[in-house]
T-cell receptor, first 108, second 116 residues
Framework: GQNIDQPTEMTATEGAIVQINCTYQTSGFNGLFWYQQHAGEAPTFLSYNVLDGLEEKGRFSSFLSRSKGYSYLLLKELQMKDSASYLCAVRGDDKIIFGKGTRLHILP | DGGITQSPKYLFRKEGQNVTLSCEQNLNHDAMYWYRQDPGQGLRLIYYSQIVNDFQKGDIAEGYSVSREKKESFPLTVTSAQKNPTAFYLC???????????????FGPGTRLTVL
């Protein structure tokens, strides 16, 4: 079967660093996406990894290990506006499969 | 501005009625998708289309129907056969996936459907 696992909720403090993990088992692998979704809004694209390693984009970085079926999203210098759900998604052989998302709470 | 639009943002229907949700994009994307999201759940794929006049069932297609008569438009009909239609519905589009291509999906603002 196909499965994507990520923690349901996480809490971190403003200014700190947080790492959100994602493990996956899919039929085929053609890339992994991270999306941010604020409550009641549409997801917005954060990052894409298709090769092993770290991709950095400002305060956000995403890491991929294909052999381990593992990715993480790293958020630095957390701001209150980073309070949102973070969705891990994998493009398999023919479609993209989404995880259930990790709800991140930021404390002042 | 290029983008993807869904209307209306909120929709109320009586049980037993069919309802059609609209999705339009002017991004010149070939692929379009419909997802359903329930509280605390991820996105579940209902239908997708990679080319005009062709579409495939996703993981939860039962009780839904779609059409793709134009590249820009991919309307979703929620039929009375859908047992639990109340949900947040998201439409997305992308270029057709190719190997190693960063083909992110662009999402519309969503339609929140409530069936009374």
């Amino acid at each position: 079967g196909q499965n994507i696992d990520q923690p349901t909720e996480m809490t971190a403090t403003e200014g700190a660093i947080v790492q959100i993990n994602c493990t996956y088992q899919t039929s085929g692998f053609n890339g992994l996406f991270w999306y941010q979704q604020h409550a009641g809004e549409a997801p917005t694209f954060l990052s894409y990894n298709v090769l092993d390693g770290l991709e950095e984009k400002g305060r956000f970085s995403s890491f991929l290990s294909r052999s381990k079926g593992y990715s993480y999203l790293l958020l630095k210098e957390l701001q209150m506006k980073d309070s949102a759900s973070y969705l891990c998604a994998v493009r398999g052989d023919d479609k993209i499969i989404f995880g259930k998302g990790t709800r991140l709470h930021i404390l002042p | 501005d290029g983008g993807i639009t869904q209307s209306p943002k909120y929709l109320f229907r009586k049980e037993g009625q069919n309802v059609t949700l609209s999705c339009e994009q002017n991004l010149n994307h070939d692929a379009m998708y419909w997802y359903r999201q329930d509280p605390g759940q991820g996105l579940r794929l209902i239908y997708y289309s990679q080319i005009v006049n062709d579409f495939q069932k996703g993981d939860i297609a039962e009780g839904y129907s779609v059409s793709r008569e134009k590249k820009e438009s991919f309307p979703l009909t929620v039929t009375s056969a859908q047992k639990n239609p109340t949900a947040f519905y998201l439409c997305a589009s992308s270029i057709v996936p190719g190997p190693d291509m960063d083909n992110e999906q662009f999402f519309g603002p969503g339609t929140r459907l409530t069936v009374l």
